[in-house]
C-alpha cells in the first residue's frame, strides 16, 4: 500500500500550487486533502464524515498550515501529540508565516520540520521535492501503535 499525504491547507490556490509541485517532482503518492482544522482531525482520527480511511492506514507525513479556519495548525498540532494513536505521525509545519513566535510554538508543540513556502515557484518546487524524498523514502517511520 502506497504511502499517503494529509494536506492540510485552506487556500485553494496554496493547495493547487502544493499538489502542482508535487506532481512535478513524480511524488505520485496519494494525497488527502483537509480544508480546516477540524476536518484534518477528522480524517485522522476517522470521525463524522470520515469514518473510512481514505487511503488505508495513517498517513506517511501532515503537512500542515498554521493559518486555518475553525481550529489553527497549532491547535491541531497539540491534539495530534496529545493522542496516543497520532502522538509520533511525522507533522510538517509548511506556511507563509515568518512569525517568530509560530516556529518556536509549532516545535514545542512537537512538529518535526518548519518549513516556509517559498514564493518563488522553482524554489518552493525544490522544496517539495526534498520533502517527499526525506518523509516518503529515507525516513524510518515509527511502527503503528495498536488503537
Given at each position: 500500500?502506497?504511502?499517503?499525504?494529509?494536506?492540510?491547507?485552506?487556500?485553494?490556490?496554496?493547495?493547487?500550487?502544493?499538489?502542482?509541485?508535487?506532481?512535478?517532482?513524480?511524488?505520485?503518492?496519494?494525497?488527502?486533502?483537509?480544508?480546516?482544522?477540524?476536518?484534518?482531525?477528522?480524517i485522522?482520527?476517522?470521525?463524522?464524515?470520515?469514518?473510512?480511511?481514505?487511503?488505508?492506514?495513517?498517513?506517511?507525513?501532515?503537512?500542515?498550515?498554521?493559518?486555518?479556519?475553525?481550529?489553527?495548525?497549532?491547535?491541531?498540532?497539540?491534539?495530534?501529540?496529545?493522542?496516543?494513536?497520532?502522538?509520533?505521525l511525522?507533522?510538517?509545519?509548511?506556511?507563509?508565516?515568518?512569525?517568530?513566535?509560530?516556529?518556536?510554538?509549532?516545535?514545542?508543540?512537537?512538529?518535526?520540520?518548519?518549513i516556509?513556502?517559498?514564493?518563488?515557484?522553482?524554489?518552493?518546487?525544490?522544496?517539495?521535492?526534498?520533502?517527499?524524498?526525506?518523509?516518503?523514502?529515507?525516513?524510518?517511520?515509527?511502527?503503528q501503535?495498536?488503537?
Amino acid at each position: 500500500m502506497e504511502r499517503s499525504i494529509l494536506l492540510v491547507e485552506d487556500n485553494p490556490d496554496d493547495r493547487e500550487l502544493t499538489l502542482r509541485a508535487l506532481e512535478k517532482n513524480n511524488i505520485l503518492n496519494p494525497v488527502i486533502l483537509a480544508s480546516d482544522g477540524v476536518e484534518a482531525l477528522d480524517i485522522l482520527f476517522r470521525r463524522g464524515a470520515h469514518t473510512q480511511p481514505q487511503f488505508g492506514e495513517t498517513p506517511a507525513v501532515v503537512l500542515l498550515d498554521l493559518k486555518l479556519p475553525k481550529l489553527d495548525g497549532l491547535e491541531v498540532l497539540k491534539t495530534l501529540r496529545a493522542d496516543p494513536r497520532t502522538r509520533l505521525l511525522p507533522v510538517v509545519v509548511l506556511t507563509s508565516s515568518r512569525e517568530e513566535q509560530d516556529v518556536i510554538a509549532s516545535y514545542s508543540l512537537g512538529a518535526n520540520s518548519y518549513i516556509r513556502k517559498p514564493v518563488d515557484f522553482s524554489k518552493f518546487i525544490e522544496a517539495v521535492r526534498q520533502l517527499g524524498l526525506y518523509w516518503l523514502v529515507l525516513n524510518e517511520a515509527p511502527p503503528q501503535e495498536k488503537q
